[in-house]
């Protein structure tokens, strides 16, 4: 029997081309937030205050940023193919990002997705500036803003079998607790060294053939 799966992608860098924050950051940042960025991935800031401190330089309107992203954010040209496959066969498809709102809404709805669910964080302009909301927060793990290894835990725990694809640091504890990981950039780095078992990638392409050959497609 064919296991039920239920598949989650990370958005930033997996289901697109370029990472929306780093669009941002480059644009309309401080040239300080590679710094910031570089404590993050060494351990010594939580995702959630790098995030927070990197946001904090930005002075764009939110229609900026839109604009911005509109202009610059591809996504991975695999990725339409793939989610009609996956659809056919009704399997759910849930994008999980350590991201924003915002800025999925505004890839998704100008590739024609905007229907597609996601979990990210909110991001809330005030005064003039950006501020970050964490609406996922995680009784389990201080060291995401988003912790993406909830909803796999719950997934896993409803009897599916979690089929998790992603690129980069908040997605590590999501990448231990799936069924199967599709992993690359700074994640697959990640989880060779830690010895946390994933699959390389770089398209959806990849990750089809993969589930095919597996027959789980
Ligand atoms: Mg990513
Ligand atoms: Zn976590």
């Given at each position: 029997?064919?296991?039920?799966?239920?598949?989650?992608?990370?958005?930033?860098?997996?289901?697109?081309r370029q990472?929306?924050?780093?669009?941002?950051?480059?644009?309309?940042?401080?040239?300080?937030?590679?710094?910031?960025?570089?404590?993050?991935?060494?351990?010594?800031?939580?995702?959630r205050?790098?995030l927070?401190?990197?946001?904090?330089?930005?002075?764009a309107?939110?229609?900026?940023?839109?604009s911005?992203?509109?202009?610059?954010?591809?996504?991975?040209?695999?990725?339409?193919?793939?989610?009609?496959?996956?659809r056919?066969?009704?399997?759910?498809?849930?994008?999980?990002?350590?991201?924003?709102?915002?800025?999925?809404?505004?890839?998704?709805?100008?590739?024609g997705?905007?229907?597609?669910?996601?979990?990210?964080?909110?991001?809330?302009?005030?005064n003039?500036?950006?501020?970050?909301?964490?609406?996922?927060?995680?009784?389990?793990?201080?060291?995401?803003?988003h912790?993406?290894?909830?909803?796999?835990?719950?997934?896993?725990?409803?009897?599916?079998?979690?089929?998790?694809?992603?690129?980069?640091?908040?997605?590590?504890?999501?990448?231990?607790?799936?069924?199967?990981?599709?992993?690359?950039?700074?994640?697959?780095?990640?989880?060779?060294?830690?010895g946390?078992?994933a699959?390389?990638?770089?398209?959806?392409?990849?990750?089809?053939?993969?589930?095919?050959?597996?027959?789980?497609?």
């Open positions: 029997m064919k296991p039920q799966l239920l598949i989650a992608c990370d958005f930033d860098g997996t289901v697109t990472d929306t924050l780093v669009e941002i950051l480059n644009r309309f940042g401080s040239p300080r937030w590679r710094e910031i960025q570089e404590r993050v991935v060494s351990g010594e800031l939580s995702i205050e790098g927070e401190a990197e946001m904090r330089t930005v002075k309107s939110s229609e900026e940023l839109r911005l992203l509109r202009d610059r954010v591809e996504v991975d040209p695999a990725f339409h193919a793939f989610l009609k496959r996956v056919a066969h009704g399997i759910p498809l849930v994008c999980l990002s350590g991201g924003f709102d915002l800025c999925l809404e505004t890839v998704l709805t100008q590739v997705l905007g229907t597609l669910p996601f979990l990210a964080n909110r991001l809330v302009r005030n003039g500036s950006w501020h970050v909301q964490f609406p996922y927060p995680s009784s389990t793990c201080s060291a995401c803003g912790c993406k290894g909830d909803p796999i835990r719950t997934w896993n725990g409803q009897g599916y079998r979690t089929v998790f694809a992603g690129n980069g640091v908040t997605d590590r504890c999501a990448a231990r607790l799936a069924g199967l990981t599709f992993a690359k950039d700074e994640l697959l780095a990640w989880s060779r060294a830690q946390v078992e699959v390389g990638f770089s398209t959806f392409a990849d990750v089809q053939r993969e589930l095919e050959d597996r027959r789980w497609l």
